[in-house]
């Protein structure tokens, strides 16, 4: 009778202790969300600067093999040699980049609201649709010709009183310190990613160490295979993905300015930054193409659409099978899925960084899925 009791005792207290580490994990895993809920944008920010510092190492680890030089000193090279090649589009191209991205910021705008037009003259409802900054900015230029050409007669020659200056400076100032607050915020993002690449690149061992550490000792040789497969995959992926961004910008550049395309090295530099976005970017990168390229006309138009398709064919059919089935294989409506949930959810963030996200997902389960560890290696 007393081993029954006793065993009896020991299973209430199993059970009760099962149910007190349930119930702590789960309160864990809640403040976890709730954290990374309330600080999404922080954390997107933080994993863009670790992505950098994957790209600047993998890098690194590539003009290794072309010459023996130290870790920082290679690293340096790479550094000077991006900074070389983004000073000499800004000093060679800044002029022709700033007047195109006007030019085709006033296209869009006005292309938006012949679109608007054309379709409330066939019966489309737009009024859910958000046309109407793109429609109004497109005619302010002419709404303010009209009012400054016909000045009313009360203001003609009249003084401003204290309540309309007082309005008016209180909308300048309020409008400066937008403008202020969201360049600080840009100027500051771009900082603190640059600095946490710079930093995780020139010493990947030290946070690659401090990450080990943090895992409880009888799992560290399994966290070990993980974080070296996800860096691997990560090099691969991003080294690939540079190549495929290089090679549409080169290809949307050339052919729209064959065609004739206004803004062609513009339209090329944000094809080739959206193609960093799998399918989404794409499809936005297109649908700007065509908007810019109807106020040429309607063949320009058409044959910017073809050389749309033509440089997606490049992208999904050449470059991803020969360059990046290396390094990623998802299948395309899973991928699609995920970005739009993390778009929805998150917003830009999200949907620029779906993919390496789930490519830490997909080393994460496949490792866990083979029953071997040294297998998952």
Known sequence: ???????????????????????????????????AWHFAATLFLLFAGMLLGVALNAMTTLLGRLTKLPHALRLAIVCLAMAGLLSGIVFLGGTTIAQQATVLSNTIKSQLGSVKDFLEQHGVDTSYLDFTNAAGEAKEGSAL???????APSQSHGIPGAGALASSGGAIISQTLKVLLGTVSVVGNFFIVLFLGLAFAAQPSIYRAGLLFIAPAKYRAQATVIVDRIGETLERWLIAQIITMTAVFLVTWIGLAIIGIPSSFILGIQAGLLAFIPTVGAILGGLIVVLASLATGWIAALSAFI??????????????????????DIPPATLFAFQILLGVVFGIWGLALALPLMAIAKVMIDHFKTDDPARAA
């Open 145 to 151: 010709t009209t009012t400054t050409t016909t000045p």
């Open 1 to 35: 009778m007393t081993d029954s009791a006793d065993n009896r005792l020991q299973a209430r207290n199993d059970l009760a202790w099962a149910i007190a580490v349930g119930g702590i994990g789960v309160v864990l895993f809640a403040a976890l969300l709730t954290f």
């Open 307 to 328: 050389l749309f398709l033509g440089v997606h064919a490049l992208e999904s059919y050449v470059l991803t099978p020969i360059i990046q089935r290396q390094a990623l």
